[in-house]
């Protein structure tokens, strides 16, 4: 397909307000695409070439593209500035200033994300100066709309207003003409993690007109693989102590960590490789994957070398791990708070970073073990492989321990006890339950001591938009913000609150610099937002911050249903994606 047609189609979809349209515009194109035009096209339309995980980034920031777009049309730089400033949309600039050029258009789809994957790969010195130059050979082969998009994508600024979960829909359409394949496609994609494999044998299927039981069969295969990660399990909430008796009777308590979620990768490509026995050097393989899938095997050489040691240790063929890594002091021993532990995500002065912030790793699952795929079995049976690997430690991968309880009054001593030590609260497991790759259930549960002082707990919101700051407030640039929950069954945000108070001189700051990062030039298609409470400036979905309020209410303001009583900002959660925020359903939950 021409780029200049898949453009076509993004403008309807940038269109419509109506997810049902955006649905079926997209199951459209993709009836029109060939398997791999599918895959490419499915990481251009959420603004990416690749997967998360495989960290492929443009580093191209607005300053540089505002080069690239004068550098193309001949324009001087303060003319793109101001128009820019003028409409708040690069994309909208070269659509401005490029339809003078007239039509011109013969680039693929192909062709095209090959371009772009050029740029995302310079780097190095002199890698700006070659990325502007790559950009604007681009630009200069495409017709206006095309170039509106492509200026788009390597901002992070595509605005279509839907996340992979609506792909997945538009594929089931493709299929049944339903949503019924949604459940099954999301299963494979939640550990693959990949939304461009799944179109892509998804439209393979289509061509080749088989059976959809041949599709079942084949989407049941994709499982668990050393290297790729797994969408992670998440925990939900519950309000009180007895609630979750009832709805977990057999439960595993486990302490909660306030670290950084790691999942860990191990293994070996070849087992028993001829030359490794002759070479000092390891065969064994580590990738260390954040709770968003990013790639954090560089940030923590520790959990590297003990997860190497551990594959060693045991002679094994390769091992996956979910664990929690937290901080903590060199001297005393203590672990330190989440916002010191954050600081271990970055890329340069590790040595030292290692140094001065040490990890513990505290392991809680294993998903893969010698070849076998565990996610499917219950989680006593993963525990007991965890067990005979952990029973002593190995580097810094500790075991978290686990305590069976049946009596309340167990579950609240084990409380009791975790958070006088300092330790953020429990987890409660269900301990029949399989790993639920990227699911929020009731398998695992967690309770933190705020849930017990009559304050509900803190929510993970997404900051939607903001309003103009008057009077004190005005020089923070802020006076109020608009945060909402996200709905999986919509792909779409609801509001929850307008939070106006409850902020530190420096965390307003701090909120206007990420808001002026993630500026939108308008609200996005999948914010449901009333007409009273419509933001002076949007945000697109970027920043989750977790917000702590004494008391959920009705409200037949919110779009969600629900409002929240003195909102106050405990942090910015830079660890979360807003796709894993909040949901309606724990809200609901907790209301009950
Ligand atoms: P929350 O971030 O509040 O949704 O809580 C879930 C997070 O707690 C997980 O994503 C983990 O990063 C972290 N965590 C800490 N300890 C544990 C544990 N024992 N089991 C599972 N997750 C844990």
New binding site residues.
């Given amino acids: 397909m021409l780029f200049k047609n898949f453009s076509a189609y993004l403008q309807r979809i940038e269109k419509t307000t109506l997810r049902l349209e955006i649905t079926d515009l997209l199951s459209q194109l993709f009836s029109k695409l060939t398997p791999t035009e599918g895959k490419l096209a499915s990481y251009l339309l959420l603004g990416q070439l690749a997967p998360n995980y495989q960290g492929v980034e443009f580093n191209l920031a607005t300053k540089t593209m505002i080069k690239i777009v004068s550098r193309t049309y001949n324009l001087p730089e303060e003319e793109v500035k101001k128009r820019y400033k003028d409409v708040g949309d690069l994309g909208e600039v070269v659509w401005q200033v490029a339809s003078k050029k007239g039509e011109k258009d013969k680039l693929t789809i192909k062709e095209v994300y090959r371009h772009l994957y050029q740029v995302a790969q310079e780097e190095g010195e002199g890698s700006v100066e070659r990325k502007q130059y790559l950009m604007a050979g681009l630009l200069r082969q495409l017709d206006p709309l095309s170039g509106k998009y492509v200026v788009r994508i390597p901002l992070g600024k595509l605005r279509l207003g839907f996340s992979q979960l609506t792909i997945l829909d538009a594929l089931s359409w493709r299929l049944v003409g339903d949503k019924s394949w949604r459940p099954l496609l999301e299963k494979a994609y939640n550990v693959r993690s990949d939304i461009g494999i799944i179109v892509e044998v998804v439209l393979n299927h289509l061509r080749e007109e088989k059976q959809l039981e041949e599709l079942k069969k084949l989407l049941g295969k994709m499982t668990v693989q050393p290297g790729v990660p797994i969408r992670?399990a998440?925990?939900s909430r519950l309000p009180n102590f007895e609630e979750i008796m009832s709805k977990l009777p057999q439960a595993g308590i486990?302490?909660?960590?306030?670290?950084?979620?790691t999942q860990i990768h191990a293994w070996r490509e070849q087992y028993k490789k001829r030359n490794a026995l002759f070479s000092k050097e390891t065969d064994v393989k580590v990738k260390i994957f954040s709770?968003n899938l990013e790639d954090l095997t560089l940030m923590f050489p520790e959990v590297k070398e003990s997860a190497i040691e551990l594959v060693e240790k045991f002679n094994l063929r390769g091992v996956i791990l979910?664990s929690?890594s937290i901080s903590f002091d060199p001297q005393t021993g203590s672990f330190f708070p989440f916002q010191e532990t954050i600081k271990r995500k970055r890329k340069y002065n590790v040595t030292k970073l290692r140094q001065q912030l040490p990890v513990r790793t505290?392991v809680?699952?294993i998903l893969y073990f010698n070849g076998e795929d565990l996610l499917t079995q219950p989680l006593s049976r993963r525990r007991s492989h965890l067990d005979e690997l952990l029973a002593k430690p190995v580097g810094c991968l500790n075991l978290?321990p686990q305590h069976l309880v049946k009596e309340k009054k167990e579950m609240e001593t084990l409380f009791d006890e975790y958070v006088s030590a300092g330790l953020?609260g429990i987890?409660v497991?269900k301990l029949d339950s399989v790993y639920q790759a990227g699911a929020r259930n009731f398998n695992?549960v967690?309770f933190k001591p705020s849930a017990l002082a009559s304050v509900e707990d803190t929510f993970?919101l997404v900051v939607l938009g903001w309003y103009q700051g008057k009077g004190k407030r005005n020089k923070f640039g802020v006076g109020a913000f608009l945060v909402g929950v996200y709905n999986p069954r919509e792909d779409n945000y609801l509001t929850i609150s307008k939070i106006g108070t409850g902020l530190t001189d420096n965390q307003w700051r701090e909120l206007h610099q990420h808001c002026l990062q993630i500026k939108a030039p308008h609200k996005l298609v999948n914010y449901v937002v009333p007409k009273e409470l419509a933001c002076d400036f949007w945000a697109e979905p970027a920043l989750v911050v977790e917000i702590k309020a004494d008391e959920i209410t009705h409200s037949p303001l919110h779009t969600s249903g629900y409002a929240l009583r003195f909102p106050r900002l405990v942090r910015f959660r830079d660890d979360?994606l807003p796709t894993q925020a909040t949901t309606p359903e724990e809200i609901k939950e907790m209301m009950t």
């Fill in positions: 992670p998440l925990a486990e302490p909660k960590y306030d670290g950084l979620r709770r979910d929690e505290y809680f699952d978290t953020e987890m497991k695992w967690k993970d979360k």
